[in-house]
């Protein structure tokens, strides 16, 4: 059983920047495909990024594309989210989780094998 925890949220000035966490307890980090959606008072959890095993290679949704940044750091079990130029729309709980699978890039939840609780991230205009 893999536990996923985020930390790093909080409540930011548009234009600001922010750097997520998510670290990872009870497998093989290196082993999951890392994804981060995000999901806004009622709407759908939204997908933001992918990282695959080795961290060289990372996918975005067309919204957050060249403002946000995933990385992820097999030693240290963790995946970050570097958000920059930060928008009221970026307002939302933001959610890391892992995939077993085989490739390299999933953008469906269901995809998705085990999930943190999430980090509330806040945008003010």
């Known amino acids: 059983q893999v536990r996923l925890v985020e930390s790093g949220g909080g409540l930011v000035q548009a234009g600001d920047s922010l750097r997520l966490s998510c670290a990872a307890s009870?497998?093989?980090?290196?082993?999951?495909?890392m994804g981060w959606f995000r999901q806004a008072p009622g709407k759908e959890r939204e997908y933001v990024t992918t990282?695959?095993?080795?961290?060289?290679?990372?996918y975005y949704a067309d919204s957050v594309k060249g403002r946000f940044t995933v990385s992820r750091d097999n030693s240290k079990n963790t995946v970050y989210l570097q958000m920059v130029a930060l928008r009221p729309e970026d307002t939302a709980i933001y959610y890391c989780?892992?995939?077993?699978?085989?490739?390299?890039?999933?953008?469906?939840?269901?995809?998705?094998?085990?999930w943190g609780q999430g980090t509330q991230v806040t945008v003010s205009s």
């Open positions: 989780a892992a995939a077993l699978g085989p490739y390299s890039h999933y953008q469906e939840p269901s995809e998705y094998d085990y």
């Open positions: 990282i695959n095993r080795a961290g060289d290679s990372s």
């Open positions: 009870g497998g093989i980090f290196s082993r999951y495909t």
